[in-house]
């Protein structure tokens, strides 16, 4: 059987190996989903549902053991992991409260003679192929409206977030949903491909630009259902009458926080000229505060970078930044090992020539450009093949409305970045992805409407 070595980045030691999966053994799991499923969408939405209730308790009294279980194999900051965690329960909460609605069959025309209904039908079998960032997030926004409404699930996590992908296989089959409902591949690319070639209904996908061009190839042709959330370069623009310290603060979070590896961590920064330098000067001063280094100590807030190629991406977009005159305010060089450490980055006089002003970085690297207004900050805002969030920061609601209604992007943002709500649908335009997860919206897309016409006469 073969093995998936599970290695921590904090420290470069190896944590574990598991057992994976192969081509036979997904085949398997797939066979096995199919034959459960219309069984599993028979049962009442109350029984489902139960299960999940289960699954929410159990993560609150496990919290701390998982966490830790995230922070080793990601190289997450400990209190960030406990975040993650004590925010997914909001999300469970809100599947848990709207998913019978959101599903329940509608009439929308009712008349003596003729009744018109709607009614939201499980795909099937539902594929899962997922990143590592935000592993609780990511996943959890597929599994548990997928199971809610009636699919089987394969669940295949990335091969750096392993462990964690096992526990919510766990945690799920010790609620009470059967082994065949929810099956976890292990396994790096070469188990996701396998994947694509089973029987799926369809396949919701969190991960970079290239793999969901690929899985979108491999899956064109059989007109499966497909959703891909993919990558970034979210850009904010700092107003001329915004309080540079507080638009600063919240910024260097919102470009640095999870060691700057969110998918809507802020990517690129713009401010009016007329605040350029105080904006910059308290952009700093929170830089510099920030602890950085072991992730398993409670006041990290700069921890590891979990794949190790990306430090090869960080180093070429700062020696192209520094060739075209860009000027490196911190950082800009790995940390001495073991381990994946990069320090925190900061570049100003950059403009997009660069790659840090146009291709994803995913870590803790920013650039932060000068513009003279607000048509200029447009411009450059949308000069990207990418579209997931953008923002705004200035007092005045009006003026932010006029630039993000501008803005190509899945979510904006005012006073605010770097947020998800489970409320609202997640989507991204552009490269950033199709389809979307969250809101009711992000239930219903795992269901398919069935329009029936009923003639009463
Ligand atoms: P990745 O594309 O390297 O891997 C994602 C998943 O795809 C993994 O499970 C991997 O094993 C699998 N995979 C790789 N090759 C495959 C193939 N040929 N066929 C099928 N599956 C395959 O991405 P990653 O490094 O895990 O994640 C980082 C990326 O995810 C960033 O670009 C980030 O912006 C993006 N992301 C987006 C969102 C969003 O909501 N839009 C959320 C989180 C992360």
Redesign the pocket.
């Known amino acids: 059987m073969p093995q998936l070595t599970i290695h921590n980045p904090a420290t470069g030691a190896v944590i574990t190996q598991v057992p994976a999966d192969d081509a036979t053994s997904v085949a398997a799991k797939a066979r096995a989903a199919r034959a459960v499923q219309a069984a599993w969408a028979a049962q009442p939405i109350a029984e489902r549902r139960a299960c999940i209730v289960h699954f929410r308790a159990s993560i609150v009294e496990q919290l701390d053991a998982l966490a830790a279980v995230m922070t080793a194999e990601t190289g997450k900051p400990i209190a960030m992991s406990r975040n993650e965690l004590n925010g997914l329960l909001g999300r469970l909460d809100f599947f848990l409260d709207q998913s019978a609605a959101a599903v329940a069959t509608e009439t929308v025309f009712d008349d003596a003679g003729m009744r018109e209904q709607i009614e939201h039908i499980p795909l099937g079998v539902v594929a899962n192929?997922?990143?590592?960032?935000?592993p609780w997030f990511?996943g959890c926004n597929v599994i548990v409206p997928a199971l809610l409404t009636g699919n089987t699930v394969l669940y295949?996590?990335?091969?750096?977030a392993t462990l964690t992908g096992l526990e919510i296989g766990r945690l799920l089959h010790e609620a009470g949903v059967p082994r065949e409902v929810f099956s976890v591949l292990v396994?790096?690319?070469d188990?996701?491909?396998a994947?694509?070639e089973q029987p799926i209904d369809g396949l919701f996908?969190?991960?970079?630009?290239?793999?969901?061009q690929?899985?979108a190839q491999?899956l064109g042709p059989r007109l499966v259902k497909l959703q891909l959330?993919?990558?970034?370069k979210d850009p904010t623009y700092v107003c001329d009458d915004a309080d540079p310290r507080l638009a600063a603060a919240s910024l260097a979070d919102g470009a640095m926080y999870n060691t700057g590896q969110?998918?809507?961590s802020v990517e690129r920064i713009y401010v009016h000229e007329k605040i350029h330098d105080a904006f910059v000067e308290a952009f700093m001063d929170t830089v510099r505060g920030f602890a950085v280094g072991d992730p398993t100590r409670e006041d990290t807030y700069i921890g590891a970078i979990t794949?190790a190629p990306q430090l090869d991406v960080f180093d070429a977009q700062v020696a192209d930044a520094k060739a075209k005159g860009a000027t490196l305010r911190c950082g800009g060089e790995r940390l001495p090992g073991p381990g994946n450490g990069y320090a925190p980055t900061v570049f100003t006089n950059v403009d997009h020539t660069m790659d840090l002003m146009r291709e994803?970085t995913?870590g803790p690297l920013i650039g932060i450009q000068k513009v003279a207004d607000d048509d200029e900050a447009v411009r450059l805002m949308n000069d990207t093949r990418y579209g997931?969030t953008a923002g705004v920061f200035t007092p005045d609601e009006g003026r932010a409305r006029t630039v993000l209604a501008q803005v190509h992007a899945g979510s904006v943002y005012w006073n605010c970045c770097d947020r998800v709500s489970p409320r609202l649908p997640?989507s991204?335009v552009g490269d950033?992805?199709v389809g979307l997860?969250l809101s009711t919206y992000g239930i219903q897309t795992f269901t398919r409407p069935k329009a029936w016409h009923l003639r009463k006469a």
Do not use: D, M, Q
Not at 129 to 134: E, L, Q, V
Not at 156 to 160: A, G, L, W
């Open positions: 192929i997922s990143a590592w960032n935000y990511v295949k996590p990335s091969e750096y396994g790096g690319g188990v996701g491909a994947l694509l996908f969190t991960g970079s630009h290239a793999t969901g690929r899985i491999a959330e993919l990558g970034g969110s998918c809507c794949r994803e995913f997931l997640w991204g950033s992805g997860t």
